[in-house]
C-alpha cells in the first residue's frame, strides 16, 4: 500500500508540472466604451465568466463555501469515505487491538468519522483563510486523460480569483493529514501522530477515488459533448 501511495503522490506531482491548468476565458475582455454621435459612452457589457471544464465558472460565496464544507464533512460524500475506510480496516483488523467483530467496527467507524470531520474542518478554515476555491468541479464532457488529471490535480491544487486559475497549494495535504494524525493520538491504541501520517494515505486515496467516482459515474448522467484536449 505505500508503494501505491508513492506511485499516486509522484505521478500527482508529474501532472502539476506538465499539465497545470489556466481557466481560459469564454470572450476576450471588452475595450474602451465606444461613443455615440452626441458623445456619450455606450454602456459596455460585462465580461462573460471564464469556462472551467466545460461550464462557466463563478467564484463561490462564503454561504456556497459553507455549503460545500458541510457536504464535504457530513454529506453523502463525507459518510461514502468514512465508510470506505472503516471497511478497509475491518478487512486488515486494522488496529489489530479493536478485532474484527461488530464492536470493532464500530470502533474503527468512530475514528473514521472524526477523521472526516477534522479533515473538513481543517479544509474550510485554511480555504478560507487564504481565499481558495476547494471545491471540486468535475471535467464535463472530457477525455479519460483529462479526468484523471483532474481528479489528481484536486488533491495538490486550489483555484484562485474570478477566472478560477488554479495555484499549488498544501491545503488538501495538511487537511488530509490533520485528522489522521489527532485520531490515531487521542483515539487509537498503542498510536502516535507518525501512525497518522502513514495512516493519512488513505484519506488521500480515499478523496481521489471520490473524485473519479464523479467523474466516471455521476458526470455520464450529463452527455456532455467531447471537449478538445
Given amino acids: 500500500m505505500a508503494r501505491l ?21 469564454a470572450a476576450p475582455a471588452n475595450g474602451p466604451a ?26 463561490p460565496s462564503r454561504k456556497d463555501q459553507f455549503e460545500d464544507y458541510l457536504r464535504d464533512s457530513y454529506g453523502l460524500p463525507a459518510i461514502a469515505r468514512t465508510t470506505v475506510r472503516s471497511l478497509y480496516g475491518q478487512s486488515l483488523d486494522k ?9 470493532g467496527y464500530g470502533q474503527r467507524f468512530g475514528s473514521s468519522s472524526a477523521t472526516t470531520v477534522i479533515n473538513g474542518n481543517m479544509r474550510y ?27 489528481l490535480m484536486a488533491e495538490i ?5 474570478a477566472d478560477g486559475h488554479r495555484f499549488f497549494t498544501l491545503t488538501p495535504v495538511i487537511a488530509d493529514m490533520t485528522g489522521p494524525i489527532i485520531s490515531n493520538s487521542f483515539w ?17 486515496a480515499t478523496r481521489i477515488g ?7 459515474v455521476l458526470e455520464l448522467r450529463h452527455h456532455d459533448p467531447p471537449l478538445p484536449d
Fill in 5 to 25: 501511495a508513492i506511485a499516486v503522490i509522484l505521478a500527482t506531482v508529474a501532472v502539476a508540472r506538465n499539465h497545470a491548468q489556466v481557466a481560459v476565458p
Fill in 34 to 59: 465606444p461613443a455615440s454621435a452626441n458623445g456619450a459612452a455606450h454602456p459596455v457589457k460585462p465580461d462573460l465568466p471564464a469556462i472551467i471544464n466545460g461550464r462557466p465558472y463563478a467564484r
Fill in 95 to 103: 488496529p489489530t487491538g479493536w478485532g474484527q467483530d461488530w464492536a
Fill in 125 to 151: 478554515g485554511m480555504e478560507t483563510l487564504f481565499h481558495e476555491d476547494m471545491r471540486y468541479i468535475p471535467c464535463h464532457g472530457c477525455s479519460v486523460k483529462r479526468k484523471l488529471e483532474n481528479a
Fill in 157 to 161: 491544487t486550489a483555484r484562485h480569483d
Fill in 188 to 204: 487509537v491504541p498503542n498510536h502516535g501522530p507518525l501512525d497518522g501520517v502513514i495512516g493519512s494515505r488513505i484519506t488521500v
Fill in 210 to 216: 471520490g473524485h473519479l467516482f464523479r467523474e466516471f
